[in-house]
C-alpha cells in the first residue's frame, strides 16, 4: 500500500474511533450490520478483513515480541537482574536475542529441537561468546527420542505434536512436512546436568507441548526454584484437547498466578506503552505469564 493511502486510511479509522465512541452500543450494532449489506462489494471485503485484523490485534494475536508486550516484560524483569534463563523452543533466536540486549546479566539457554533451524539459531549465537548456549535438542516430560514433524516451509511449524501440521498449512503456508526423530530430555535432567540451581525466567513455545515440558521442571517447581515463566497458548493446544483451564489449574497448586502479557496504552500518555499482566481468561495466541507467589517485588508488574 503506498504511503499516503496508508497515512490516508490511518486518519479515516482515527475518526471513525471518536465516532463510534459517540454513538450507543445499539447505534454500533446497526451501523456494522447496514454497511456489509452488500456483501460481494470490495470495499465491504476490505472492511470485515481490517475489523478481523483488528480483533486479531486487539487479542494481541501478534508474534513479534515488539509489539506483543514480551520485550517491554524483559525491560521490566531486568530491574531484578535475572542470572539463569531458558528459552524452550527458541526456534532461530529471536526471543533469545532480545533476552541478551534486554538482560544483560542473564545467561540464556536455548532449546532447539528441529536440526535446520538449530543451525540458525547458532548462527545468531556466535556473538554473545558464551552468554547464548543452544542446545540442539528439546526438553519435555521423557529422555530418548521423539517423533518431530518438520517442515522446510517455516522455521516456526515444526513441532513433536502431529495435529500441528494441520493447523500449520493454511496458518504458515506449509504444504508439506516429514517425520524424523529428534533427542529430547527433561528440565530435571538438564538442570541437574549442568548444575543450575535456580531459573529466573522460563520461556516456553513448543507448538503444543507446553504442558509436558512444564511437567518435566516438577523437581524443580518443588524446590520453588523458578521465577517467572512465559508460555504461549494457541490454536494447538486446543486441537490436543490441553485447555486453558489445565494451565490454570497446574500453576496455583505450584504457588504461581497467571495472566496475560500484552501492551496496555497509558492513558496520560499514547505514546508511552507498558506491560500488564492481566489476570483473565481471555483465550488468544498471546504469550501467557505466571509469576511467583513468593517473591513479591514481582507484584509492581501486575499494577
Same mark, same amino acid.
Given at each position: 500500500?503506498?504511503?499516503?493511502?496508508?497515512?490516508?486510511?490511518?486518519?479515516? %479509522?482515527?475518526?471513525?474511533?471518536?465516532?463510534?465512541?459517540?454513538? &450507543?452500543?445499539?447505534?454500533?450494532?446497526?451501523?456494522?450490520?447496514?454497511?456489509? +449489506?452488500? $456483501?460481494?462489494?470490495?470495499?465491504?471485503?476490505?472492511?470485515? /478483513?481490517?475489523?478481523?485484523?483488528?480483533?486479531?490485534?486487539?487479542?494481541?494475536?501478534?508474534?513479534?515480541?515488539?509489539?506483543?508486550?514480551?520485550?517491554?516484560?524483559? +525491560? +521490566?524483569?531486568?530491574?531484578?537482574?535475572? *542470572?539463569?534463563?531458558? /528459552? @524452550?523452543?527458541?526456534?532461530?533466536?529471536?526471543?533469545?536475542?532480545?533476552?541478551?540486549?534486554?538482560?544483560?546479566?542473564?545467561?540464556?539457554? =536455548?532449546?532447539? !529441537?528441529?536440526?535446520?533451524?538449530?543451525?540458525?539459531?547458532?548462527?545468531?549465537?556466535?556473538?554473545?561468546?558464551?552468554?547464548?548456549?543452544?542446545?540442539?535438542?528439546?526438553?519435555?516430560?521423557?529422555?530418548?527420542?521423539?517423533?518431530?514433524?518438520?517442515?522446510?516451509?517455516?522455521?516456526?511449524?515444526?513441532?513433536? @505434536?502431529?495435529?500441528?501440521? /494441520? !493447523?500449520?498449512?493454511?496458518?504458515?503456508?506449509?504444504? #508439506?512436512?516429514?517425520?524424523?526423530?529428534? =533427542?529430547?530430555?527433561?528440565?530435571?535432567?538438564?538442570?541437574?546436568?549442568?548444575?543450575?540451581? #535456580?531459573?529466573?525466567?522460563?520461556?516456553?513455545?513448543?507448538?503444543?507441548?507446553?504442558?509436558?515440558?512444564?511437567?518435566?521442571?516438577?523437581?524443580?517447581?518443588?524446590?520453588?526454584?523458578?521465577? %517467572? !515463566?512465559?508460555?504461549?497458548?494457541?490454536?494447538?493446544?486446543? $486441537?490436543?484437547?490441553?485447555?486453558?483451564?489445565?494451565?490454570?489449574?497446574?500453576?496455583?497448586?505450584?504457588?504461581?498466578?497467571?495472566?496475560? *502479557?500484552?501492551?496496555?496504552? &497509558?492513558? &496520560?500518555?499514547?505514546?508511552?506503552?507498558?506491560?500488564?499482566?492481566?489476570?483473565?481468561?481471555? &483465550?488468544?495466541?498471546?504469550?501467557? !505469564?505466571?509469576?511467583?507467589?513468593?517473591?513479591?517485588?514481582?507484584?509492581?508488574? *501486575?499494577?
Amino acid at each position: 500500500m503506498p504511503n499516503v493511502t496508508r497515512l490516508a486510511a490511518k486518519a479515516g %479509522v482515527t475518526i471513525l474511533k471518536h465516532l463510534l465512541a459517540r454513538l &450507543s452500543p445499539g447505534d454500533r450494532s446497526w451501523l456494522a450490520r447496514h454497511v456489509v +449489506q452488500e $456483501r460481494a462489494a470490495n470495499g465491504v471485503r476490505a472492511l470485515v /478483513d481490517f475489523s478481523y485484523g483488528t480483533i486479531r490485534g486487539w487479542k494481541n494475536s501478534e508474534f513479534s515480541i515488539d509489539i506483543n508486550g514480551e520485550a517491554v516484560l524483559m +525491560q +521490566q524483569l531486568s530491574q531484578f537482574s535475572p *542470572c539463569t534463563v531458558l /528459552d @524452550v523452543g527458541a526456534n532461530v533466536g529471536d526471543w533469545s536475542l532480545a533476552a541478551m540486549r534486554y538482560l544483560p546479566d542473564a545467561t540464556v539457554h =536455548a532449546f532447539e !529441537i528441529a536440526p535446520a533451524t538449530s543451525a540458525k539459531l547458532v548462527a545468531n549465537a556466535t556473538p554473545f561468546d558464551g552468554r547464548l548456549i543452544v542446545n540442539a535438542f528439546g526438553l519435555g516430560d521423557m529422555k530418548g527420542e521423539i517423533t518431530l514433524y518438520y517442515t522446510s516451509e517455516s522455521d516456526t511449524a515444526s513441532s513433536t @505434536v502431529r495435529l500441528a501440521m /494441520d !493447523i500449520a498449512k493454511p496458518n504458515h503456508g506449509v504444504t #508439506h512436512f516429514e517425520e524424523m526423530k529428534a =533427542a529430547i530430555t527433561t528440565g530435571h535432567a538438564y538442570v541437574s546436568e549442568h548444575g543450575i540451581t #535456580h531459573i529466573d525466567f522460563l520461556k516456553i513455545d513448543v507448538e503444543g507441548a507446553e504442558l509436558s515440558v512444564l511437567n518435566s521442571f516438577a523437581d524443580t517447581f518443588a524446590r520453588k526454584a523458578i521465577d %517467572v !515463566i512465559q508460555f504461549e497458548y494457541g490454536q494447538v493446544n486446543l $486441537r490436543t484437547r490441553v485447555f486453558l483451564e489445565d494451565f490454570y489449574r497446574f500453576f496455583p497448586r505450584m504457588a504461581f498466578s497467571l495472566g496475560n *502479557c500484552c501492551l496496555m496504552a &497509558s492513558r &496520560s500518555s499514547p505514546s508511552s506503552w507498558q506491560t500488564r499482566i492481566l489476570l483473565d481468561l481471555i &483465550s488468544s495466541h498471546a504469550a501467557r !505469564i505466571a509469576s511467583i507467589w513468593s517473591r513479591p517485588s514481582f507484584a509492581s508488574l *501486575c499494577r
